[in-house]
């Protein structure tokens, strides 16, 4: 049986003159898996990816005729050096391996290509190649964390910007509002859902509430303001029910 060179080069395209599944030598397999590993983004999912890549190779049928560990070395080699060039964005070379293995399967034929291995071998080459690629580089990274600056500055000037939702202060009309009692009576007690009791100091802190925001409407509507105040848009239903009411009442004097 040939035993290929541990180089990816050798391994993915290296021209068997027997067409035995290929194999390497344990001990070197393990010390460059450990390098490839150590030489890929520390938080990246890569080495993971490709240790489940050789983990698979012990789930399934031997499909080939070769040692399970020489099989699931190569696997895994084979896909970290992808990993690797995807990392690197290394294009040209990833196109280069693809030009000589194209060259290997049609001197081996496809169906001696796929039965010896190295179908799978490329295979998992561009599989860890495009989750390498998937990986941002560290100047994409500084352009992904700027990004996130800035939404972050976007959020923070948004938030400023809404208001609280204060309640209408207790002042002296500028106009009579005598309407504005019946009003605010009415809107307080659709606001109690059916079957719900309230006690009588709820009931007349809300009504006083829409009672003044009622009021604030008849003054706003009386002065022809174009725009409401923000907390009562904010608080919405009951309360401006009852600005509209009361401005459109203020209005007419």
């Known amino acids: 049986m040939k035993r290929l060179s541990i180089a990816l080069v050798a391994l993915l395209t290296g021209c068997a003159t027997q067409y035995d599944y290929p194999t390497v030598d344990s001990t070197k397999a393990k010390n460059e898996i450990s390098r490839l590993e150590a030489s890929l983004p520390a938080k990246s999912r890569l ?44 294009a040209a070379k990833a196109d280069a391996r ?11 034929g496809a169906n001696e290509f796929t039965r010896l291995g190295y179908a799978e071998m490329q295979q998992q080459y561009e599989n860890g190649y495009e989750a390498g690629k998937a990986v941002p580089t560290a100047a994409e990274l500084a352009v992904m964390e700027e990004d996130y600056r800035e939404r972050d500055k976007s959020r923070q000037k948004a938030a400023e910007r809404v208001k609280p939702k204060p309640k209408p ?28 009791t309230v006690t009588m100091q709820e009931f007349n802190k809300t009504a006083g509430e829409l009672y003044m925001t009622c009021a604030i409407g008849g003054n706003d509507g009386h002065q022809h303001k174009k725009t409401m105040p923000d907390w009562i848009q904010y608080n919405g239903g009951a309360y401006l029910d009852a600005y509209q009411q009361g401005y459109a009442i203020g209005e007419q004097r």
């Open 98 to 108: 693809k030009a000589k293995v194209a060259t290997l399967q049609q001197q081996m």
């Open 47 to 90: 080495a993971g990816t490709c240790k489940e890549a050789r983990d698979n190779i012990f789930r399934t049928p031997n499909a080939f005729n070769s040692p399970y560990y020489s099989r699931g070395d190569i696997v895994q080699l084979a896909c970290l050096y992808g990993a690797v060039d995807g990392v690197n964005r290394d």
């Open 169 to 196: 202060v207790k002042t002296t009309p500028a106009i009579p509002m005598p309407e504005c009692e019946g009003i605010a009576r009415t809107l307080t007690e659709n606001a109690i859902p059916r079957g719900v």
